[in-house]
């Protein structure tokens, strides 16, 4: 066997595999800040997730979070870390809106994943019906698709986070949500998803998972959570469904 046939052998047998996930699927499910885009990549996720620490301090509220809390970059952790202290608070309320307005300013610069727009174009021209479920806002989802012209593609099956926190991945209820909604078995269901909640929650549903990792790092952590189908790029389903398509 030669090294060129060597090097070949995994990417035919990811082709193969993308192409099972693909004919499997009826209904297909996107995770959004990752797969669809880069929410943050105009704005740092860390600097928002300091304002909202900023706010809380403000408020006198500085001894809230632990040590290790203070310190991290993702928003959603601080927005976990006040919800587990004071669960359906108005607290909770303001701080998950002031989130969700950061997230707003930030659709103007976000930056689409490769591929993301025509795939979602092209797999609803081959009939598969698409939804998001995400930890984002409903209404940032909103404003990025309108802008991307791509809301017809998911519209109405658009499930994302509201005040009621406990349901944030990797709790499935948007997964559950979207299939209740879209009349689909889990077993018709795929999944896209590019952290380690996403591939949890596809577990908890039932529903076949699809990693998509833009880095090594990304990738490692899909890995850790049990993710055995990963991608570093959308290309290979594009290529797959046009494939398909003459």
């Given at each position: 066997m030669t090294s060129d046939t060597k090097q070949t052998e995994p990417v035919t047998a990811q082709r193969e595999r993308v192409r099972?996930?693909?004919?499997?699927?009826?209904v297909v499910l996107w995770d959004f800040d990752g797969p669809i885009c880069r929410l943050f990549a105009g704005h740092s996720a860390e600097r928002v997730a300091a304002e909202l620490m900023e706010w809380l301090e403000g408020r006198g509220l500085h001894g809230l979070l632990a040590e290790d809390e203070r310190r991290t970059a993702d928003p959603h952790a601080v927005l976990r870390a006040v919800d587990r202290r004071h669960p359906d608070s108005d607290l909770v309320a303001e701080l998950e809106e002031r989130l969700t307005q950061a997230e707003?300013?930030?659709?103007?610069?976000?930056?689409?994943?490769?591929?993301?727009?025509?795939l979602i174009r092209t797999w609803t021209a081959v009939g598969a019906r698409l939804a998001i479920a995400t930890n984002n806002s409903p209404r940032v989802v909103h404003s990025y698709l309108a802008d991307r012209r791509l809301v017809d593609c998911f519209a109405p099956h658009?499930?994302?986070?509201?005040?009621?926190?406990?349901?944030?991945?990797?709790?499935?209820?948007?997964?559950n949500r979207a299939l209740t909604a879209m009349g689909a078995a889990p077993s018709q269901a795929l999944f896209i998803g590019d952290t380690p909640t996403d591939c949890q929650a596809a577990q908890e549903a039932g529903v076949m998972f699809l990693g998509y990792a833009r880095n090594e790092r990304k990738g490692k952590l899909l890995l850790d959570a049990g993710a055995t189908d990963i991608v570093g790029s959308l290309e290979p389903l594009l290529n797959t469904l046009r494939t398909a398509r003459r």
């Open positions: 099972e996930l693909i004919e499997q699927a009826r707003l300013r930030a659709v103007p610069s976000a930056w689409p994943t490769a591929y993301a727009d025509p658009v499930y994302g986070r509201t005040q009621e926190l406990r349901h944030l991945k990797p709790n499935p209820h948007y997964l």
